[in-house]
C-alpha cells in the first residue's frame, strides 16, 4: 500500500490510470455528499431522526405504511433536486466521454453522475457521448422514476407527492397499484443484467477506483475484489478508512470533490 504525502499517492494513482487498459470506477453516497446530499451515516434533524433508512426503504415498510415511506422519499427527492453535481461527478463524467475502456457502477440513486454527463456531452458536443451513457450502470436504481408496485410500468417523475392518504399516493396507469421509486430496497435483489455487467467489467478492469462507498453494503463492496482477483489494483478515495482500505494499492484521505478532478484530471488518453 502507498504511504507518503497525499501529493505522491494521487500522482502514482494517476499514473495508475493513466497506463491501465479498463477502469472501472464505483461510487457511494461520498461523492454525493459535497453536493449537499446526505449519506445515510450523516446525522438526520427533525422529523426523521426516529427512523432509520433500514426501516424505511424496505418492501414491508411501504406495505404497513406507503404514506410514511412515501413522505421520507419525497423528502430526499426535494432534497436531490435541490443539489447539483459538485466537480467529482463532472471529473467521472469526463473520464467517460473521453476514455471507452471507463465504466461506472454506482450505488447512487440520486441521478448526479447522469445529470453532470448530460451537461459534460452538451459542452464537449464535437465527441457525442461516445456510448459513455450505457457504461453508466445504477445498481440500486434511480429515485427519480417510479414503478408500478404490481406490472412493470414506469415514469420519469420529478413531480412532489401528496402523502396525505394513500388515496393521493402517485398510481398505476395501467393496473392502478401504488406507484413506488424505483430504487433496491433493503432485502430486495440487484438486477442480475446490471450486476453482472458490473462484475464482468470489475474483472477486465486493471484498475478499480472507489469513492465515496463504506464499502459495508454487498454484493457492490465486492466489485472491487473482482479487480483484485484478475490481477489489478485498487485506489481508494475515502476520508475515512474502510474495509476495503487494506486491499487497496493507493488510499487518497480526502473528499471526492476535491481529490477526483485532481487525479483523473489529464488521463484522458492512453500514454
Ligand atoms: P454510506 O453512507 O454507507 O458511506 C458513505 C461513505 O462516504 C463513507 O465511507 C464516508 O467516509 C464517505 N464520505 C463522506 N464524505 C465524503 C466525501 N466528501 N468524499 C468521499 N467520501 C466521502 O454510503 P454507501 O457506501 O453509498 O452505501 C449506502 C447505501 O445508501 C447505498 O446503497 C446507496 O444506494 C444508498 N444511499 C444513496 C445516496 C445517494 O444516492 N446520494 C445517499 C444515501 C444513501
Ligand atoms: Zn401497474
Known amino acids: 500500500m502507498a504511504e507518503g504525502r497525499p501529493s505522491d499517492v494521487g500522482l502514482e494513482a494517476t499514473q495508475a490510470i493513466r497506463r491501465a487498459r479498463g477502469v472501472v470506477i464505483l461510487t457511494g453516497a461520498g461523492v454525493s455528499a459535497d453536493s449537499g446530499v446526505p449519506t445515510f451515516r450523516d446525522p438526520v434533524e427533525g ?70 454527463l448530460e451537461e459534460v456531452s452538451t459542452q464537449e458536443k464535437a465527441r457525442g457521448s461516445s456510448g459513455a451513457q450505457d457504461r453508466m450502470l445504477h445498481l440500486h436504481g434511480d429515485i427519480l422514476t417510479l414503478r408500478c408496485s404490481r406490472c412493470s410500468y414506469r415514469e420519469r417523475n420529478r413531480d412532489r407527492v401528496d402523502t396525505s392518504s394513500e388515496a393521493t399516493l402517485p398510481s398505476c396507469r395501467t393496473c392502478g397499484a401504488l406507484l413506488r421509486p424505483a430504487v433496491v430496497w433493503f432485502g430486495e435483489m440487484l438486477d442480475q443484467g446490471v450486476l453482472n455487467a458490473a462484475f464482468e467489467a470489475a474483472a477486465r478492469a486493471q484498475v478499480c477506483l472507489v469513492a465515496g462507498t463504506s464499502a459495508v453494503v454487498h454484493p457492490a463492496a465486492s466489485i472491487p475484489q473482482a479487480t483484485a482477483q484478475g490481477g489489478g489494483s485498487i485506489v481508494e478515495v475515502n476520508p475515512e478508512e474502510t474495509p476495503l482500505s487494506r486491499l487497496a494499492q493507493w488510499q487518497i484521505r480526502e473528499g471526492a470533490g476535491v481529490a477526483l478532478p485532481r487525479i483523473l484530471s489529464g488521463v484522458d488518453e492512453y500514454s
Not at 70 to 89: E, F, I, K, T
Request: proline share 7%; net charge positive; hydrophobic share 40%.
Open 47 to 116: 422529523l426523521w431522526k426516529h427512523y432509520r433508512p433500514e426501516d424505511l426503504a424496505t418492501p414491508g415498510a411501504f406495505q404497513r405504511d406507503p404514506c410514511l415511506v412515501w413522505s421520507w422519499y419525497d423528502m430526499r427527492r426535494q432534497a436531490v433536486l435541490d443539489c447539483h453535481p459538485n466537480p467529482g461527478h463532472y471529473a467521472i463524467a469526463r473520464f467517460l466521454l473521453h476514455r471507452n475502456d471507463a465504466v461506472l457502477v454506482t450505488q447512487n440513486v440520486d441521478g448526479l453522475h447522469a445529470r453532470a
